[in-house]
């Protein structure tokens, strides 16, 4: 059974999601998104568990989409992990932390990302640049000036 994004659970029919392994925070992701697909979510048979996110975001710090990422986010990266299982996901930044992983994912609707990419900061002031490693924009140790999140070739 699949891992499933809250993508998944807002567009797929009920059969199709039945058995695949969410987060018990997804429901109240759910429950704000669309309360009515909330309580059918709950009447579907499903792998529900809070797992430890420490590898999904030291992936996520590596790939520097940390920012990017909330904590149901990073939940559903630690299932998916944890169980070997497929992800589906229309998140480009879920995807693209499975894809530093090497973990296989698929799109639910939206179109499958096509290559990797990384992000670093970068200083609007004098250029100078550093990992992103937290979920914070940070101000420049060298100049002060804010530094920016930007897309890096990998």
Known sequence: MPALDTAALLHWPAEKLEGGYVAHSQLDELRKLSPERAMLIESIEMNWSTPDVSDAQSAAIATGDLPRLSNVDLEIIAIAIQTGEKLFTDDYSIQNVCRKLGHPFEAVSNRKSEQLWAWELKC???????????????????????????????
């Not at 940070?138 to 530094?147: A, E, L, Q």
């Open 124 to 154: 609007i002031g004098c250029k100078s640049t550093r990992k992103v490693e937290t979920s914070e924009e940070m101000d420049c140790k060298i100049c002060g000036s804010p530094m920016k999140v930007k897309r890096v070739r990998v």
